[in-house]
C-alpha cells in the first residue's frame, strides 16, 4: 500500500515501471492520472479505503486492468466507465453507498461482482448478460429480487444474505453450476433465526466472562483466538468478527492450505464420510450450511476424524417452501460433489 506521495516518487525513480498491481490509499478524492503512465502493464489496481465518488471517463485507457477494488469510497453508484473497460473481470465496490447500478456499467467480461454492504434496491438487466459470471457477492442490501441470471450458467457463488427476499428468485434452480448460496438474514429465513437466537440466549456467554488467548486463524470474516470461560475454566475457540457485514473473500488461498496433504484412500473417505454425516445431520435439522468448503473442515490427521465448521453463511430453512428446501440441499449437495473430487484427487 502506497501513498499518493511515495507513488509519484517511485514512479518518477523508474521503480514502477511495468508494475502489473498497485493498491493506493490516501485519502484521495480524484482518480490520480499518473496511473495511466502504466496503462501497458497494470493488471490489479486497489483504491479501497480513499474518498473516491467517481471516475475518470478516460479509465479504458488501462487497458490491461483485469482487477479493480474501490471499497469503503463514498460512491452512490457504480461508475457507467467500467462497462467499457476490455479486460475488466473482477469489480470489488463494498461497503460505499451504491444505490444505483447503470445498465452499462458492467463490463462485459465480468466474472467476479462485489458490492456487499451497500444501498442496493435492484440490479440491472444486463447483469444477466454477463454470461462468464462466476460470483456474485450481494449481502447486506435492501434487495427483494434478482435479475433474470438463467444465462449465467457459470455462477457458482451466490451471496444474497441481509437482504429483503421474502422467497427465493426462481431461476437460481436452472443454473448447473451454482454450489455454494448464502440467503440468511432476509425475511423469508427471520422468524427460524429469531426463534434459534431466542433459545441460545439462556446459555450465552457475555464477552466480559471470557479471557481472550492467543490468534489461532483468520477468516474472510473474522479472527478466530483461543479463549477460556472465567467462571468454569472450559477452553474454547472464539471467533471475533471484524465488522457487522462481511463477504467471502478470495478461498483459494485457504482451499489449497486445507487440501495440500496427500490422503490414503481410507483417511479420504473417513473424512469425507464425517463431512457427509454434518450436512446430513444439518439438513435434517432445516439448516443449510451454504459454505461448503474445504477451509472450513477441521480435520485431526491423529484419528482421521473431521468436523464441519463454521456456520458464518448458514440459513435456517424450516419457513421456506419444501421444494425450495430440496432444491437448496440439492446445491449444498453439489458442493460437497465438488468436495469429494478435489479430497480424493489428492489421495496419495
Not at 90 to 108: D, T
Amino acid at each position: 500500500m502506497m501513498t499518493l506521495k511515495q507513488f509519484h516518487a517511485q514512479l518518477a525513480e523508474g521503480r514502477l515501471a511495468g508494475a502489473r498491481h498497485i493498491q493506493l490509499s490516501d485519502a484521495l478524492t480524484e482518480f490520480p492520472p499518473a496511473l495511466y503512465a502504466l496503462a501497458d502493464s497494470l493488471e490489479v489496481l486497489d483504491l479501497s479505503h480513499n474518498q473516491l465518488q467517481q471516475l475518470p471517463a478516460d479509465l479504458p485507457r488501462l487497458h490491461q486492468l483485469r482487477i479493480l477494488f474501490a471499497s469503503h469510497n463514498p460512491f452512490t453508484e457504480l461508475p457507467a466507465v467500467l462497462g467499457q473497460m476490455p479486460a475488466l473481470e473482477m469489480v470489488g465496490f463494498k461497503a460505499c453507498r451504491i444505490a444505483h447500478v447503470p445498465e452499462a456499467s458492467l463490463p462485459p467480461r465480468l466474472r467476479w461482482l462485489i458490492l456487499t454492504d451497500n444501498q442496493l434496491r435492484a440490479l440491472p438487466a444486463s447483469l444477466g448478460q454477463r454470461l462468464r459470471l462466476q460470483k456474485l457477492m450481494l449481502s447486506c442490501n435492501q434487495l427483494t429480487d434478482l435479475p433474470d441470471l438463467r444465462a449465467c450458467q457459470r455462477l457458482e457463488l451466490l451471496r444474497i444474505a441481509g437482504n429483503r427476499f421474502t422467497t427465493l428468485p426462481a431461476t437460481l434452480w436452472q443454473l448447473p453450476a451454482l454450489a455454494w448460496v448464502a440467503i440468511a438474514g432476509n425475511p423469508l429465513t427471520q422468524e427460524s433465526e429469531l426463534s434459534a437466537l431466542a433459545v441460545s440466549a439462556q446459555t450465552a456467554i457475555s464477552y466480559p466472562q471470557l479471557s481472550l488467548g492467543a490468534q489461532l486463524g483468520e477468516g474472510a470474516s473474522g479472527h478466530i483466538h483461543q479463549a477460556t470461560c472465567n467462571d468454569s475454566g472450559t477452553a474454547i475457540a472464539l471467533k471475533v468478527f471484524k465488522a457487522a457485514a462481511t463477504s467471502d473473500g478470495s478461498p483459494q488461498s485457504e482451499l489449497a492450505a486445507g487440501l495440500a496433504a496427500a490422503f490414503t484412500p481410507a483417511t479420504a473417505q473417513r473424512l469425507l464420510a464425517g463431512v457427509r454425516s454434518a450436512v446430513q445431520h444439518l439438513h435434517d435439522h432445516g439448516v443449510l450450511h451454504g459454505d461448503l468448503y474445504a477451509h472450513n473442515i477441521l480435520w485431526d490427521p491423529a484419528t482421521g476424524e473431521a468436523m464441519l465448521s463454521d456456520l458464518g453463511a448458514a440459513a435456517l430453512t424450516r419457513d421456506l417452501p419444501r421444494d425450495q428446501v430440496a432444491q437448496l440441499q440439492a446445491l449444498e449437495w453439489r458442493a460437497f460433489a465438488h468436495l469429494e473430487a478435489e479430497v480424493l484427487a489428492r489421495c496419495a
